[in-house]
């Protein structure tokens, strides 16, 4: 053999020895982290197992029931409120009304700017309003909403057309306003003044004022063309009999949603797309009855929304995506309850009605019950990929999941089966109180992990949903929900006595059974009767202490005060 023979075949030689050694290591390496993570799992799940968390897949598959006694054995229950996406029911719910191309402007008020000398006794019949004074703003809005009339938000949330009113647009006067002022105010200043034509939405493209010069110091001020409530309820009366369905279904006892429970991630869910759409059209067609005067069928509106979340809350297993539609629908029927209250449209039956309605709802405990499911789904989705069988990994189509060691996947999996105590323990659904801090806690846990990689955590970062937020628009929405109860009870009151109480246990018992408590700290909401005979109700907010009835700019800042507003 020839020395430069010689020569490649050692280097060959220590090419290959290298990389057996190389693969020796990665071998190693893949069986210590594997056996690792395979000890910290079995670890894991025997001390939880002990704990009662039954981690048997099997166990949570809903048994059948009888077709005859399903609401989902209706085929078009099963057709519009399972799966995801828009349905043909969803679709056809969708109001044209609501369509942004509609730029048609009403004129709710004619303003006229008197400088120093000018006298407003040549402006006959206008309100006389002072630049500077810190009443003249609210005198605006009384004067422009007395215009306007009564005015509701459709909750669907698009970009314009969102308010219906029960006047027709030929019938609207516009406020006359002579606003006395030392220099003549820019446009944009006028447009800062003048208010929202009703106060109670954070959607300024639905309201948005333009103010047009009318020439000789003079403004037009306009609005968005409402919809009309006649309008609205001619255009969903198509729907009743689909509503009729529903109904009629809904008497059924069991809610089983029919398709394949055999893996976590293929099981059937609520369909979020047409149950909201159902809810909000049922919801702007309450406010218009409402509008009309007419309580009974808004009430008929109302409960129909409120037997829809059988849908959600008699889903099993109970998925998050099931709790937290349940949360937002209830929600919703709770402000559409609000609106009537401000407006003081419902009456004694209706009230009574609604009351029983509202002190059966509790959403704390679908969302703790779905807060546990998912510590068992996302640990069995991610399963298949800890073993050489088929079945389909956590994250699809992943080319990471062949590669990594699979103890990693174990680690992941222990990083969320632990989590889930500390989320469970955040509330008290029994006792319907939310703890924030514990809950602040966990997002901050959240944090930590999604922002430093390790391989134990990453996949349990990708995973793991924001219970945090979850958790904060629960309590939100019950409290919205007790707070309904006690004006419905505070409404009978004031219909059978002719003014509020003084204390909210002037209620008890005939009004209703007890007072709710704030969901926030357990304890009870606060009250008082006003000088002018109205009242103020709050409870106190997220951050735990009482800010006199303060609200904030957030969901997590001030107190949650009455009336709830969009």
């Given at each position: 053999?020839?020395?430069p023979?010689?020569?490649?075949?050692?280097v060959?030689?220590?090419?290959?020895?290298?990389?057996?050694?190389?693969?020796?290591?990665?071998?190693l390496f893949?069986?210590?982290e594997?056996?690792?993570?395979?000890?910290?799992w079995?670890?894991?799940?025997?001390?939880?197992?002990?704990?009662?968390?039954?981690?048997?897949?099997?166990?949570?598959?809903?048994?059948?029931?009888?077709?005859?006694?399903?609401?989902?054995?209706?085929?078009?229950?099963?057709?519009?409120?399972?799966?995801?996406?828009?349905?043909?029911?969803?679709?056809?719910?969708?109001?044209?009304?609501?369509?942004?191309s509609?730029?048609?402007?009403l004129?709710?008020?004619e303003?006229?700017?008197?400088?120093?000398?000018?006298?407003?006794?040549?402006?006959?019949g206008?309100?006389?309003?002072?630049?500077?004074?810190?009443q003249?703003?609210?005198?605006?809005?009384?004067?422009?909403?007395?215009?306007?009339?009564?005015?509701?938000?459709?909750p669907?949330?698009?970009?314009?057309n969102?308010?219906?009113?029960?006047?027709?647009?030929?019938?609207i006067r516009?406020a006359?306003?002579?606003?006395?002022?030392?220099?003549?105010p820019?446009?944009k200043?006028?447009l800062?003044?003048?208010?929202?034509p009703?106060?109670?939405t954070?959607?300024?493209d639905s309201?948005?004022?333009?103010?047009?010069?009318?020439?000789?110091?003079?403004?037009?001020?306009?609005?968005?063309?409402?919809?009309?409530v006649?309008?609205?309820?001619?255009?969903?009366?198509?729907?009743?009999?689909?509503?009729?369905?529903?109904?009629?279904?809904?008497q059924?006892?069991?809610?089983?949603?029919?398709?394949?429970?055999?893996e976590?991630?293929?099981?059937?869910?609520?369909?979020?797309?047409?149950?909201?759409?159902?809810?909000?059209?049922?919801?702007?067609?309450?406010?218009?009855?409402?509008?009309?005067g007419?309580?009974?069928?808004?009430?008929?509106?109302?409960?129909?929304?409120?037997?829809?979340?059988r849908?959600?809350?008699?889903?099993?297993?109970?998925?998050?995506?099931?709790?937290?539609?349940?949360?937002?629908?209830?929600?919703?029927?709770?402000?559409?309850?609000?609106?009537?209250?401000?407006w003081?449209?419902?009456?004694e039956?209706?009230?009574?009605?609604?009351?029983?309605?509202?002190?059966?709802?509790?959403?704390?405990?679908?969302?703790?019950?779905?807060?546990?499911?998912?510590?068992?789904?996302i640990?069995?989705?991610?399963?298949?990929?800890?073993?050489?069988?088929?079945g389909?990994?956590?994250?699809?189509?992943s080319?990471?999941?062949?590669?990594?060691?699979?103890?990693?996947?174990y680690?992941?999996?222990?990083?969320i089966?632990n989590?889930?105590?500390?989320?469970?323990?955040s509330?008290?659904?029994?006792?319907?109180?939310?703890?924030p801090?514990?809950?602040?806690a966990?997002?901050?846990?959240?944090?930590?992990?999604?922002?430093?990689?390790?391989?134990?955590?990453?996949?349990?970062?990708?995973?793991?949903?924001?219970?945090?937020?979850?958790?904060?628009t629960?309590?939100?929405?019950?409290?919205?929900?007790?707070?309904?109860?006690?004006?419905?009870?505070?409404?009978?009151?004031?219909?059978?006595?002719?003014?509020y109480?003084?204390?909210?246990?002037?209620?008890?018992?005939?009004?209703?059974?007890?007072?709710?408590?704030?969901?926030?700290?357990?304890?009870?909401?606060?009250?008082?009767?006003?000088?002018d005979g109205?009242?103020?109700?709050?409870s106190?907010?997220?951050?735990?202490?009482?800010?006199?009835g303060?609200?904030?700019?957030?969901?997590?800042?001030?107190?949650?005060?009455?009336?709830v507003?969009?």
């Open positions: 053999m020839n020395p023979q010689t020569k490649r075949w050692r060959l030689r220590r090419c290959l020895v290298g990389l057996a050694v190389i693969l020796t290591l990665i071998g893949y069986t210590e594997n056996w690792r993570g395979k000890r910290a079995d670890h894991c799940k025997r001390e939880l197992e002990a704990h009662g968390v039954d981690f048997k897949w099997a166990d949570y598959i809903p048994a059948p029931v009888p077709a005859d006694e399903n609401v989902f054995d209706v085929p078009e229950m099963q057709k519009w409120f399972v799966g995801r996406g828009a349905t043909e029911l969803s679709k056809k719910l969708a109001y044209p009304g609501n369509d942004s509609n730029t048609a402007r004129t709710v008020a303003l006229t700017i008197g400088l120093p000398g000018a006298s407003a006794s040549s402006y006959s206008a309100a006389v309003l002072h630049w500077g004074d810190p003249a703003q609210a005198e605006a809005a009384r004067l422009i909403q007395d215009a306007l009339g009564p005015v509701a938000m459709h669907l949330i698009t970009t314009n969102r308010l219906f009113m029960l006047r027709p647009p030929e019938e516009p006359q306003i002579f606003l006395q002022c030392q220099t003549a820019s446009a200043e006028l800062e003044f003048l208010p929202k009703i106060a109670n954070d959607f300024p309201e948005q004022i333009q103010v047009e010069s009318a020439g000789d110091g003079s403004y037009k001020v306009t609005m968005l063309a409402p919809e009309t006649t309008a609205f309820l001619k255009w969903s009366g198509q729907f009743e009999p689909d509503f009729a369905l529903i109904r009629k279904s809904l059924r006892p069991y809610a089983r949603m029919n398709g394949n429970y055999s976590p991630f293929d099981i059937p869910i609520p369909n979020f797309v047409t149950i909201r759409n159902t809810g909000q059209t049922l919801a702007a067609m309450a406010q218009c009855h409402l509008l009309q007419k309580p009974e069928e808004a009430l008929r509106d109302l409960t129909l929304i409120h037997d829809l979340c849908i959600m809350e008699g889903s099993r297993p109970m998925t998050l995506v099931s709790a937290m539609i349940n949360v937002a629908v209830r929600g919703l029927y709770a402000k559409t309850i609000a609106d009537g209250l401000r003081q449209t419902w009456r039956p209706q009230l009574v009605t609604l009351e029983e309605q509202l002190q059966g709802i509790n959403l704390l405990p679908p969302v703790k019950q779905a807060f546990e499911m998912e510590r068992v789904s640990c069995r989705a991610l399963e298949p990929a800890t073993r050489p069988r088929p389909k990994p956590f994250f699809k189509g080319v990471l999941l062949s590669l990594i060691p699979r103890g990693w996947v680690q992941n999996m222990v990083t089966a989590r889930f105590p500390n989320t469970v323990a509330m008290d659904p029994a006792s319907q109180i939310v703890f801090d514990k809950v602040d966990l997002n901050e846990e959240a944090l930590a992990i999604s922002s430093h990689f390790s391989p134990y955590t990453f996949m349990a970062a990708m995973a793991l949903p924001n219970y945090s937020h979850a958790i904060q629960t309590a939100r929405n019950q409290t919205t929900v007790h707070q309904a109860l006690i004006v419905c009870a505070l409404e009978r009151y004031h219909l059978a006595h002719g003014a109480p003084e204390t909210l246990d002037a209620l008890i018992p005939r009004f209703i059974a007890a007072i709710p408590h704030d969901v926030i700290g357990g304890q009870p909401p606060h009250y008082r009767r006003a000088a109205t009242f103020a109700l709050y106190i907010g997220w951050s735990g202490q009482d800010k006199g303060a609200p904030g700019k957030t969901m997590t800042e001030g107190d949650w005060v009455w009336p507003f969009p």
